[in-house]
Structures are given as C-alpha cells and as structure tokens.
C-alpha cells in the first residue's frame, strides 16, 4: 500500500507547539520565550521542573516582555530560530 497524498500532507499539519513568556524583546522581530515544563523523575517520582529559551519570529514587532504567547514550530529562519510566535494568550500588565 501506498501512502495517499492527504496522509503524507496531514503529518505536516502536526507541527510544535509551546506555551510560554516572552523575556526579551530587544531583538527585531525576534522574542525571546521562556518555555517551562514539569515531569516526574523516572526513578525517584519527584516532580522537577525544566526551563528553555527559544527564539521565536515576530514580524510585527507587537509581543513585549512578560506576554504569555503560544509559538508554533516552522523552518529555520535564522541560526537560531525555528520558531514563529502564533498567537497572544495573555496580555502583560502594564
């Protein structure tokens, strides 16, 4: 059987996506976004948290530090972004 060209497209559709805030904005059109995740240890069963700092694309230069944003996996933009900022989710005060 042969993959159909609706189940090869669909797997495309299926991209990242992070919910974090944004810690810089100094760059332009660039974000910095801090993206924080909780697990259990595999061994110990704690719970632990890890951080990342990803660099996201904001054409528009509209997102400033301390806004809850969701970004979205995309092609590499620069050295260091792979990410694109989709949506606010939360305004910062302010």
Do not use: C
Not at 56 to 85: C, F
């Amino acid at each position: 059987m042969t993959a159909t060209p609706e189940a090869a497209s669909g797997a495309r559709n299926r991209r990242k996506t992070r919910t974090g805030v944004v810690v810089s904005d100094v760059a332009d059109k660039t974000v910095t976004v801090l993206v924080a995740r909780q697990f259990a240890h595999p061994l110990y069963g704690k719970q632990v948290k890890r951080t990342r700092r990803y660099h996201a694309h904001d054409e528009t230069n509209q997102y400033r530090m301390g806004d809850t944003v969701r970004i979205v996996e995309t092609r590499p933009l620069s050295r260091t972004k792979r990410w694109r900022v989709a949506k606010l989710v939360d305004r910062a005060e302010g």
